[in-house]
């Protein structure tokens, strides 16, 4: 592709929903990896492209202090995501600034849709939505592998109702950049992440670090351009997330159970039933758990925005304040026409379930370390609030005590199990949380189906 012509490719975002429309159509083409009738255990070769983006992000050098790499936060062992119980990380030159939120895992990004206000419609509800543009991921991942992304601009349905108006897609948990490449660099310069001190000084870095492995890839003209230089580093770390496969393998149990190859136990069935029950857990109504028409796993979201109201967490050190929030879409890691909009104020996106047993702390905030502890506080939020959040010195009940008032109507009281009042039997007893806790325990990846079989002889 001429340079000249992928120096347009951000402007033609702006073009309209027209590109949009095109953009849908190339995604919603089926990513190899999702694919019910693939061979998990085969990882094809990496492209070149994609072996550059390999070594980025296990290099510790391309941070501010030299002892941070993606892989530090993102450990492929714990499935890209901490290994440690901390609630925010600690990054910075000298690895003691702390975050703000939680780090999500890497793992299964390669399917989300860029950021877009729009219906809620039937097709994502039935687990069949498609990623809106080829940055997100999807179409990216059957791209020629030297062609830099199309960074796609937040959009607004055009048959959007105003009443009915939810917030989708995006990276991060605030949804503030739409593509896989944004989000790998937006990191380096992050003062509680890997700390560069600017664009020039990542620039610098991976010229004198990686520029013949960038010139042989991309041409030796882009090595005179920082923009194009930068752009192409977060391709290259983009197309390592989508080319391997052990950011999104589908080989859980549960994986293996909707392929036919597996049983689940009865804890874990009954867990299901619950999960998809609308009068009890609901958790299937955000987190989609059924294969999709065309034989597409399912990503355990639906990538919209719910604001919860997660109690307050006080191990994060920016919470020391008392007039500091964090207000999701609202900052304040984002800053623009959708931060300014009320309506968004509080509000999270949805993150996948795969492989959260093996995560230590829950939600935005971390403020939960067990499973137990979130399902329960998604059944008692409102029938026993007590239980959930902190009490002041006339033991009067701090309820949404990590949202300002003025916020607090965004949070959600319709959907089951939230729907309920003080004084009501919570959604789920202790035995049916439990159940839940043992489905939500097959969604790790590594399940080795053989071994149960051999179980089950015995």
Same mark, same amino acid.
């Given at each position: 592709?001429?340079?000249?012509?992928?120096?347009?490719?951000?402007?033609?975002?702006?073009?309209?929903?027209?590109?949009?429309?095109?953009?849908?159509?190339? #995604?919603?083409?089926? #990513?190899?990896?999702?694919?019910?009738?693939?061979?998990?255990?085969?990882?094809?070769?990496?492209?070149?492209?994609?072996?550059?983006?390999?070594?980025?992000?296990?290099?510790?050098?391309?941070?501010?202090?030299?002892?941070?790499?993606?892989?530090?936060?993102?450990?492929?062992?714990?499935?890209?995501?901490?290994?440690?119980?901390?609630?925010?990380?600690?990054?910075?030159?000298?690895?003691?600034?702390?975050?703000?939120?939680?780090?999500?895992?890497?793992?299964?990004?390669?399917?989300?849709?860029?950021?877009?206000?729009?219906?809620?419609?039937?097709?994502?509800? &039935?687990?069949?939505?498609?990623?809106?543009?080829?940055?997100?991921?999807?179409?990216?991942?059957?791209?020629?592998?030297?062609?830099?992304?199309?960074?796609?601009?937040?959009?607004?349905?055009?048959?959007?109702?105003?009443?009915?108006?939810?917030?989708? +897609?995006?990276?991060?948990?605030?949804?503030?950049?739409?593509?896989?490449?944004?989000?790998?660099?937006?990191?380096?310069?992050?003062?509680?992440?890997?700390?560069?001190?600017?664009?020039?000084?990542?620039?610098?870095?991976?010229?004198?670090?990686?520029?013949? *492995?960038?010139?042989?890839?991309?041409?030796?003209?882009?090595?005179?351009?920082?923009?194009?230089?930068?752009? =192409?580093? +977060?391709?290259?770390?983009?197309?390592?997330?989508?080319?391997?496969?052990?950011?999104?393998?589908?080989?859980?149990?549960?994986?293996?159970?909707?392929?036919?190859?597996?049983?689940?136990?009865?804890? =874990?069935?009954?867990?299901?039933?619950?999960?998809?029950?609308?009068?009890?857990?609901?958790? #299937?109504?955000?987190?989609?758990?059924?294969?999709?028409?065309?034989?597409?796993?399912?990503?355990?979201?639906?990538?919209?925005?719910?604001?919860?109201?997660?109690?307050?967490?006080?191990?994060?050190?920016?919470?020391?304040?008392?007039?500091?929030?964090?207000?999701?879409?609202?900052?304040?890691?984002?800053?623009?026409?959708?931060?300014?909009?009320?309506?968004?104020?509080?509000?999270?996106?949805?993150?996948?379930?795969?492989?959260?047993?093996?995560?230590?702390?829950?939600?935005?905030?971390?403020?939960?370390?067990?499973?137990?502890?979130?399902?329960?506080?998604?059944?008692?939020? *409102?029938?026993?609030?007590? =239980?959930?959040?902190?009490?002041? &010195?006339?033991?009067?009940?701090?309820?949404?005590?990590?949202?300002?008032?003025?916020?607090?109507?965004?949070?959600?009281?319709?959907?089951?199990?939230?729907?309920?009042?003080?004084?009501?039997?919570?959604?789920?007893?202790?035995?049916?949380?439990?159940?839940?806790?043992?489905?939500?325990?097959?969604?790790?990846?590594?399940?080795?189906?053989?071994?149960?079989?051999?179980?089950?002889?015995?």
């Amino acid at each position: 592709m001429p340079l000249t012509y992928r120096r347009l490719l951000p402007l033609l975002a702006l073009a309209g929903l027209s590109l949009t429309g095109a953009a849908v159509g190339m #995604a919603s083409e089926p #990513a190899t990896s999702a694919s019910a009738t693939d061979d998990y255990d085969d990882q094809a070769p990496l492209s070149a492209v994609a072996q550059l983006g390999k070594k980025l992000f296990f290099d510790p050098s391309l941070s501010g202090g030299g002892q941070m790499s993606c892989a530090t936060c993102h450990d492929p062992a714990n499935h890209y995501a901490p290994a440690n119980g901390l609630a925010v990380q600690l990054g910075g030159l000298h690895l003691d600034q702390p975050g703000i939120r939680a780090v999500p895992s890497l793992a299964y990004k390669m399917s989300t849709p860029s950021f877009s206000i729009g219906e809620e419609s039937a097709a994502d509800e &039935a687990a069949e939505a498609s990623p809106m543009t080829e940055a997100s991921g999807v179409a990216l991942a059957n791209a020629p592998a030297v062609t830099s992304p199309l960074t796609a601009q937040a959009v607004v349905k055009a048959d959007a109702a105003a009443a009915n108006l939810v917030p989708q +897609g995006g990276m991060f948990w605030d949804g503030r950049v739409d593509s896989l490449e944004e989000q790998a660099l937006q990191p380096m310069i992050s003062p509680f992440e890997m700390a560069n001190a600017d664009v020039a000084t990542v620039y610098t870095k991976v010229t004198k670090g990686y520029g013949k *492995d960038i010139s042989a890839l991309f041409g030796d003209n882009i090595l005179n351009d920082q923009d194009m230089t930068i752009s =192409e580093i +977060g391709f290259a770390l983009a197309r390592y997330q989508i080319e391997d496969r052990s950011f999104h393998p589908y080989t859980s149990k549960y994986d293996y159970y909707l392929r036919g190859k597996a049983v689940l136990t009865d804890a =874990e069935a009954r867990g299901l039933k619950l999960f998809d029950d609308a009068n009890k857990g609901n958790c #299937a109504s955000c987190h989609l758990d059924k294969m999709t028409g065309d034989g597409q796993m399912p990503n355990f979201t639906d990538f919209e925005f719910e604001a919860l109201g997660a109690p307050r967490n006080p191990t994060i050190p920016a919470n020391a304040d008392a007039h500091y929030f964090d207000t999701g879409i609202c900052g304040p890691l984002r800053s623009d026409a959708y931060s300014a909009q009320q309506q968004n104020c509080g509000l999270f996106k949805t993150p996948t379930l795969r492989n959260v047993a093996t995560r230590h702390v829950f939600f935005h905030n971390g403020v939960y370390r067990t499973l137990e502890d979130v399902t329960r506080f998604y059944v008692k939020r *409102d029938t026993n609030p007590e =239980e959930i959040y902190p009490k002041d &010195a006339s033991g009067k009940v701090l309820k949404y005590d990590d949202l300002p008032a003025q916020y607090r109507a965004n949070i959600d009281v319709s959907d089951a199990p939230m729907n309920r009042k003080p004084g009501d039997a919570p959604a789920l007893n202790d035995a049916e949380i439990a159940d839940i806790v043992a489905f939500l325990k097959t969604l790790t990846d590594g399940y080795d189906p053989t071994k149960d079989n051999v179980k089950a002889a015995k």
